[in-house]
């Protein structure tokens, strides 16, 4: 069980360049999140998915797309990246029910130059 | 303006002494408080979660508690260890089922 996985661990991009980080999860998790953690602040919320083929806006969605093609995995794209988009990203998963605990992965630490 | 404000920003502490982290919210209607701690470079783990009946609850040496009447809430951490060295995040769950209010975090260094 290895609970929830981000691919790639690291990722250093020009402006302008495009790049997709892969979330999975392997606990039969409904909802799925994207998030970035940013120095000084909390995290926020990017996007987020209740099911497979649902995806929804979340705090600070200008930049980024995701899918949820498949119950397991949620993709989260920048197409043309910005060096604010500079950050570390952290996908969670949770259960069906609210008081449900979050399980996040180890981050994505991306530098857009 | 965030709606979850932790205190402090950081504390330095000497290893077996405790410490109580703070956490005020403004997030209402109000659904469920949690703890995260998280390791330098690694994703946030939950600690303890609390409902608006709740008013304490207990993971080995840390404590947290919960005032839903004043919208506060706080960690103890009993007997540090060094590996208690780590930031101590406070989450809040409003109405709004898939959105969480995350705090800032407090910094904890445990020394030796």
């Known amino acids: 069980n290895a609970g929830v996985t981000q691919t790639p661990k690291f990722r250093v991009l020009k402006t302008g360049q495009s790049m997709t980080l892969l979330c999975a999860q392997d606990?039969?998790?409904?909802?799925m999140y994207w998030y970035r953690q940013d120095p000084g602040m909390g995290l926020r919320l990017i996007h987020y998915s209740v099911g497979e083929g649902t995806t929804a806006k979340g705090e600070v969605p200008d930049g980024y797309n995701v899918s949820r093609l498949k119950k397991q995995n949620f993709l989260l794209g920048l197409e043309s990246a910005a060096p604010s988009q500079t950050s570390v990203y952290f996908c969670?998963?949770?259960?069906?029910?609210?008081?449900?605990?979050?399980?996040f992965g180890p981050g994505t630490r991306l530098t857009v130059l | 303006k965030n709606q979850v404000e932790q205190s402090p920003q950081s504390l330095i502490i000497l290893e077996g002494k405790n410490c109580t982290l703070q956490c005020n919210y403004t997030v209402s209607p109000f659904s469920n408080l949690r703890w995260y701690k998280q390791d330098t470079g690694r994703g946030p783990v939950s600690l303890t979660i609390m409902t608006f009946s709740e008013n304490t609850k207990s993971n080995g040496r840390y404590t947290a508690t919960l005032d839903a009447d004043t919208k506060q809430s706080s960690l103890h951490i009993t007997a540090s260890q060094l590996s208690d060295s780590a930031s101590y995040i406070c989450v809040v769950t409003g109405s709004d089922d898939y959105k969480l209010s995350f705090g800032a975090g407090t910094t904890v260094t445990v020394r030796a």
């Open positions: 969670a998963s949770r259960g069906s029910y609210q008081a449900d605990t979050q399980y």
């Open positions: 606990m039969n998790h409904e909802y």
